[in-house]
């Protein structure tokens, strides 16, 4: 087995937890390249100080233990794997309360080949009798010789310029990784870094290119303005990338951070994306404007009933970003009549220019829809799992399922060969209510929604407490609903 490096550091959180809790750790990763060695996987792991137990050890001081397992497998074959022990940092005593506060964080780094793996993680506290934390996460490593590639973006808590090289260096700093996609309100900066491949493979060696970042809506794409970093390059087989930006006064929402390079013609050579959410009370993008914006002759003009207003806004919650959620649940029943036009309006001349109307209507229908086939007598149609789905991707081209076996809850398999920029999207959904018979999400490939490994063993009926019950139900049923996900036509 490779050599594995390990490392830990103490954060100062203010937030303190009285007593005991169970085990927390915070998981992400990241994947590389290395022109030697070939593609490489870091994993971050913070752990909460509040939720492991603290004892003696042979120094008399108190520290935590905590037992790793990680694998890397592909069909059930293990590629890789590690086990290790990892230790808090120590401390003179636990009555100060300090070890609420100490959270630690354990870096580590693996070699695979390109590839699709399951990455099982399982963490216990060797001095507690708690169940071990597990999780598993589907991860995608791709890094073509002789194409040009971007590294996962990696997020910053911190960097300092590296006196000597260490598992923290990268392009002659050492980072603090962040192990968060979420930018809270008091966070005013967003660090990153990424890195760029094989730039020669598609210019040739040392011609120039410019690297460009910059922030965009998740849901519509659009460039967040003020908020961007050019740097111009020369082509290398490996180029360091490290930026700032200001984001004090980004609103909440929903974001993409995204890094791409093109050549002196403008010709996109390679590009990178990756997810972002940003709690911003203080800057509501929502309302920020409305107050100037005329509805005089527009089709929100005829709806005059405040309720029908109120209604139509919630709506439209299956294709809200953060910004108008916040709005929807806290402002709208506070909002007079204009002002709610003057959303209703904004919204969707955001969405779709001077086809807002035609996009109203349209989406109206489907909400009309879901309200027909899904609403259960206490919710409205749009805030079912299938009814939100209908709504924010449209009518999927495919259903399957089946409502009456012995074998599987009730169920249905819905295909998109086409749902926003993703290509034959699918969702399954299922009830195990039988009283109102309500379908819930169970899991998707769609980028953004639930994506559950264990759907196919959580439609058995029966249970699955052992693999020779497991594959029983694969034999019976199992396999012939793998096929319809698989091939749905």
């Known amino acids: 087995m490779k050599k594995h490096c390990l490392f830990f550091l103490v954060l100062l959180f203010s937030v303190v937890d009285a007593g005991a809790d169970n085990l927390k750790a915070h998981l992400n990763y990241s994947t590389f390249y290395a022109p030697v060695t070939g593609p490489y996987i870091e994993t971050y792991m913070l752990v909460e100080g509040s939720g492991v137990t603290f004892v003696k050890n042979e120094k008399e001081k108190f520290q935590a233990s905590l037992h790793v397992l990680v694998l890397f497998k592909q069909d059930e074959k293990i590629i890789e794997y590690n086990k290790y022990d990892f230790l808090s940092p120590e401390l003179t005593d636990t009555l100060s309360n300090v070890h609420n506060l100490i959270n630690f964080m354990d870096q580590q780094r693996y070699t695979l080949p390109n590839g699709t793996y399951t990455m099982e993680f399982e963490i216990s506290d060797k001095h507690s009798t708690l169940p071990p934390l597990k999780t598993t996460q589907q991860i995608h490593i791709n890094y073509p010789e002789d194409q040009p590639t971007i590294s996962d973006i990696l997020l910053i808590d911190s960097y300092s310029e590296a006196s000597e090289p260490s ?46 970042a910059w922030l965009e809506s998740q849901e519509n794409f659009q460039k967040i303005a003020n908020i961007g970093r050019n740097k111009r390059e020369k082509a290398k087989p490996v180029t360091a990338f490290l930026a700032a930006f200001d984001i004090s006064a980004l609103p909440s929402g929903n974001y993409n951070l995204v890094v791409e390079a093109r050549d002196r013609e403008n010709n996109l050579i390679t590009s990178k994306r990756k997810f972002l959410q940003r709690s911003n009370p203080r800057f509501n993008i929502a309302t920020d404007g409305l107050t100037d914006l005329s509805i005089a002759g527009t089709f929100v003009e005829k709806i005059t009933s405040v309720d029908s207003l109120r209604e139509a806004i919630r709506s439209l919650t299956p294709l809200m970003d953060n910004a108008n959620l916040i709005f929807t649940r806290y402002q709208l029943d506070k909002a007079d009549k204009k002002s709610l036009q003057r959303f209703l309006f904004s919204f969707w001349v955001e969405r779709s220019g001077t086809e807002a109307e035609y996009a109203w209507n349209s989406y109206a229908k489907l909400v009309r829809l879901a309200q027909e086939k899904y609403s259960n007598g206490v919710s409205k149609g749009y805030e079912s799992d299938r009814g939100h789905t209908l709504c924010k991707y449209g009518k999927p081209d495919h259903i399957t399922g089946n409502a009456l076996n012995n074998w599987s809850y009730p169920y249905e398999i819905w295909q998109y060969y086409s749902a926003g920029n993703q290509r034959d999207a699918k969702f399954v959904f299922y009830s195990h209510d039988i009283a109102t018979q309500t379908y819930y999400l169970l899991h998707s490939n769609m980028v953004g929604e639930i994506n559950n490994p264990h759907w196919l063993k959580m439609l058995n009926r029966n249970g699955a407490s052992s693999d020779v019950e497991y594959q029983s139900f694969l034999e019976f049923y199992g396999y012939k609903i793998l096929e319809e996900y698989e091939n749905p036509d």
Request: aromatic share 16%; net charge negative.
């Open 167 to 212: 598992m923290l260096t990268r392009g002659g700093y050492n980072l603090i990784p962040s192990v968060f996609n979420f930018l809270p309100e008091n966070q005013n900066e967003l660090t990153f870094y990424t890195e760029l491949y094989n730039i020669p493979a598609s210019l040739g060696d040392e011609e120039p290119y410019l690297i460009t």
